[in-house]
């Protein structure tokens, strides 16, 4: 089945400094979505990507997609304490697959320490 | 999102009990879905429906049933509960006109199974 995997799974930063997540793919995407659940809350979507190579800003935060449309990453510059919570990455079901709906992966927790 | 709403927030019960989790939606949309959400494990996917006529099982369907009672409402039901379905329970819902469909999420159920 369709596998994605989020690297990591826990991560501790110092406020201000940089933060990195990668999501990877068994299999060659047509887009990939993005995630975030504040502590205590739900999901929320943060963006999609489409597009080989893709690259999409929102403030501090930047989403690639990869040239082979098999994995994407989060980066945030200069994490504040609002940025704390779990991203996850989503995908599509495979063309062709006999799944209909988006597989999640397993999340990043991350920790904004002041 | 206030126009996905989950009843009850917060529930405990004990094992054996029947237990209904119920989702309503005042978003229109035609799709609507149950996850499951365990520390480390992501979202699961337990059932989905894409219109009333229409169930289809997740990844984790096991020791749970859906009903879709109408365009507006998707209640799971766990027949008789058990410890290891303890977890954070989601409704979600999306359109499929919308590019995309990203999922728009409840604010969740945790229930605890004693």
């Known amino acids: 089945g369709q596998q994605v995997m989020q690297i990591p799974q826990y991560q501790h930063v110092q406020e201000g400094e940089d933060f990195t997540r990668y999501c990877n793919s068994s299999t060659t995407l047509s887009n990939t979505q993005w995630y975030k659940q504040r502590p205590g809350g739900h999901p929320v979507f943060l963006i999609q990507l489409v597009k080989s190579g893709e690259v999409k800003k929102q403030k501090r935060l930047t989403f690639q997609f990869g040239e082979a449309k098999k994995n994407s990453s989060l980066h945030i510059t200069a994490t504040q304490t609002t940025d704390v919570g779990t991203y996850f990455c989503?995908?599509?079901?495979?063309?062709?697959?006999?799944?209909?709906?988006?597989?999640f992966g397993s999340g990043t927790q991350l920790t904004v320490l002041p | 999102d206030a126009d996905v709403t989950q009843t009850p927030r917060n529930r405990i019960t004990k094992t054996g009990k029947r237990i209904m989790l119920e989702c309503s939606q005042t978003?229109?949309?035609?799709?609507m879905y149950w996850y499951r959400q365990d520390p480390g494990l992501g979202l699961r996917l337990i059932y989905y429906s894409f219109d009333v006529k229409d169930i289809n099982k997740g990844e984790i369907s096991d020791g749970y049933s859906v009903s879709r009672q109408a365009q507006a409402k998707f209640s799971l039901s766990l027949e008789s509960a058990i410890p290891n379905q303890t977890a954070l329970y989601f409704c979600?819902?999306?359109?499929?006109?919308?590019?995309?469909?990203?999922?728009?999420f409840g604010s969740g159920t945790q229930l605890s199974v004693l």
């Open positions: 979600a819902t999306s359109d499929p006109s919308d590019r995309g469909e990203k999922l728009f």
């Open positions: 989503a995908e599509p079901p495979p063309r062709g697959g006999s799944a209909r709906q988006l597989t």
């Open positions: 978003k229109g949309h035609d799709r």
